[in-house]
């Protein structure tokens, strides 16, 4: 996937959250590749999203290129409703539910 697309997802999933100011999806240069590397996050200083670069360009699995930037889109929304962003706690968990955001990432620390 490209920059291109990985931004033009992330306008649907917006829209679909409502989401009132779209972030703005980059590639993390610092990339590393492994089990215990960091797969996005995201910034609300500059709203954007950083996503791993070996994820974004490299693996074939579209659906957990998906699962990145919508778990990273829940974390803007969480900034967006209680000006908070960083944590996974009941809170999150609770937005991540209301928009039909599940699995793993929902709780993952993706560090
Ligand atoms: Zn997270």
């Not at 492994?34 to 995201?42: C, E, L, Q, T, V």
């Not at 360009?57 to 967006?80: F, G, P, R």
Request: charge should be positive; proline fraction near 2%.
């Amino acid at each position: 996937m490209n920059l291109a697309q990985a931004n033009e997802i992330t306008k649907t999933l917006s829209k679909k959250y409502g989401i009132l100011h779209r972030p703005t999806i980059r590639i993390l240069k610092n990339s590393r590749y492994g089990s215990n590397a960091i797969m996005g996050y995201f910034t609300p200083k500059t709203n954007e999203i950083f996503i791993n670069k070996y994820i974004l360009e490299q693996w074939t699995n579209k659906e957990i290129i998906n699962d990145v930037i919508k778990h990273e889109l829940m974390h803007a929304l969480s900034y967006q409703i209680r000006k908070d962003s960083k944590y996974h706690d009941k809170k999150f968990k609770e937005i991540c539910e209301q928009c039909g955001v599940g699995g793993n990432l929902s709780s993952a620390k993706k560090k």
